[in-house]
């Protein structure tokens, strides 16, 4: 069983054994869970919003998306 070690801090590092059996990339963002003794880590299931590069947005348009953006963060949060 692979070991790994808590930084000062409180980071760790995934194993590349575990890594590379699970496809883990760099960037990829993992949920972590407390059940009783034991932390749970898991790779997160979100989509992920995509604009169109080049398309003219009016203001509202921006407005809108921010805040979407903000109440969307907020939930990921919880």
């Known amino acids: 069983m692979p070991v790994t070690k808590v930084t000062r801090n409180y980071q760790i ?3 590349a054994e575990i890594r590379k ?3 883990i990339k760099q960037g990829e963002y993992l949920t972590v869970e407390l059940r009783g003794d ?3 880590i898991k790779r997160a299931k979100r989509t ?3 604009y169109r590069l080049g398309r003219k947005y009016s ?3 921006m407005e809108r998306m921010v805040e979407e953006s ?3 963060a ?3 949060e919880e």
């Open 59 to 61: 203001l509202e348009e």
């Open 74 to 76: 907020l939930t990921w």
């Open 70 to 72: 903000i109440e969307e």
């Open 48 to 50: 992920w919003k995509t």
């Open 13 to 15: 590092t995934i194993p």
């Open 21 to 23: 059996a699970l496809g």
């Open 38 to 40: 034991e932390i749970v």
